[in-house]
């Protein structure tokens, strides 16, 4: 795209403003907008999100319900949750002639994201998480449109890596033999969370869905979590969906798509301090069963990350964004590392939740 096109983009929202490339996530592409960047824009990806007119609904009557929750509390609903920007006819978003649909929100100032994780900070990302959650709590989920259906169905995920190797779009199927058998073998437990909320085990609650650690902004002056954002996937759903894919991106020891798996490992400390800062955010409001099934959460969800990655790997590379080649396939080998490190240590976690259990829900 040329400046004019930024330009023409732009306009729609009243701003002629300079557009820089930012951001590092895998599905919408990011600018920032001004310099020193005083807007977000970015293409909202029409081919995961398909209803955009939904997608955008969902977003700003969640960040109207924050923006009044942060403002009760006494915070500053500027920096601590996103504002998005009206165009001329009153939308959300831009639809331009080529079918591509733009959004803006405001920037966030003096603020920045991690990829990996410290036990501090981390924590501090756990305290934001809980925190979100809590002030949803409230949040009618009947006005929420479900912008991904069966986002964290496990079963579902699963059923949608047999379909891509039935198809063998790529004809990668023949090559990724162990990492299938990997998936499989755990078919047995991929509906734990689904069932546990269908029965009404536990409870259905608003939920983020896309917890990675860059999906918080921390505050450059304090170092503090400051601002959730990536609100694309806030749906009804389960607390351990929020958990699980948390500790899936950042208790691991190292990035993503690590190519060497020896260096990927499910870090302890990171799982105890995400642990202990979760349950004391949401101390008094989160279930026995939900902490019960603390470990499995963090399980399901980096299998299913993992068969997600495999999946898309199968299928061309269609749905995650990818830089280099097999990154998918690379990114699906960490999760499942993770896992397998997770199931050795099995214990270790059910004692490390007990502790943060027996500290901080009384
Ligand atoms: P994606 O869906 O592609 O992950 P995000 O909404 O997470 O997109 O944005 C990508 C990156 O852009 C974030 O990780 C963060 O670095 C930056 N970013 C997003 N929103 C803001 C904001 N309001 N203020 C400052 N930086 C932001
Ligand atoms: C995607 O958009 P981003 O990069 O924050 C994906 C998540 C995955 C994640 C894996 C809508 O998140 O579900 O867990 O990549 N988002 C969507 O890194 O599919
Ligand atoms: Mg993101």
New binding site residues.
């Given amino acids: 795209m040329n400046d004019r096109a930024y330009s023409e983009i732009l306009s729609r929202f009243s701003l002629d403003l300079p557009v820089n490339p930012f951001g590092n996530?895998?599905?919408?592409s990011t600018f920032r907008v001004g310099e020193p960047p005083q807007y977000i824009l970015q293409k909202i990806n029409t081919n995961?999100f398909t209803d955009p007119d939904g997608l955008m609904e969902n977003v700003t009557a969640v960040t109207e319900h924050l923006r009044k929750k942060i403002a009760a509390e006494g915070g500053d609903p500027d920096r601590e949750t996103l504002t998005f920007l009206p165009t001329a006819t009153g939308a959300y978003y831009y639809r331009a002639e080529n079918g591509e649909c733009w959004r803006v929100y405001r920037f966030v100032g003096d603020s920045h994201v991690y990829e990996a994780a410290t036990p501090e900070l981390f924590a501090q990302s756990a305290k934001a998480f809980g925190h979100f959650q809590k002030l949803l709590s409230d949040f009618p989920a009947d006005r929420l449109h479900e912008t991904?259906p069966r986002?964290h169905d496990t079963g579902a995920r699963l059923e949608q890596l047999r379909e891509a190797i039935a198809k063998n779009k790529s004809g990668r199927a023949d090559e990724v033999g162990s990492e299938i058998e990997f998936a499989f073998a755990r078919a047995g437990e991929a509906d734990t969370i689904v069932s546990a909320l269908q029965t009404g085990k536990i409870p259905l609650r608003v939920t983020h869905?896309?917890t990675?650690l860059?999906?918080v902004l921390f505050d450059d002056r304090t170092n503090r979590a400051l601002c959730v954002i990536?609100l694309?996937?806030v749906m009804p759903g389960s607390l351990l969906y929020d958990y699980g894919?948390a500790l899936r991106?950042g208790a691991s020891t190292a990035a993503?798509d690590e190519t060497d798996l020896e260096k990927v490992r499910f870090d302890f400390d990171l799982f105890r301090a995400y642990t202990n800062a979760y349950l004391e955010a949401l101390s008094g409001s989160i279930t026995e069963r939900e902490i019960a099934l603390l470990p499995t959460g963090a399980k399901l969800i980096t299998l299913e990350?993992g068969m997600?990655f495999l999946a898309d790997y199968i299928n061309g590379d269609v749905?995650?964004r990818i830089h280099r080649e097999k990154q998918n396939l690379d990114?699906a080998r960490t999760q499942f590392k993770l896992v397998a490190d997770m199931e050795s240590k099995w214990d270790e976690m059910q004692k490390i939740v007990a502790g943060a259990k027996a500290a901080f829900c009384k």
């Fill in positions: 996530g895998h599905i919408n995961v991904i986002f869905n896309d990675k860059n999906n990536d694309d996937t894919d991106f993503e990350c997600r749905y995650f990114r």
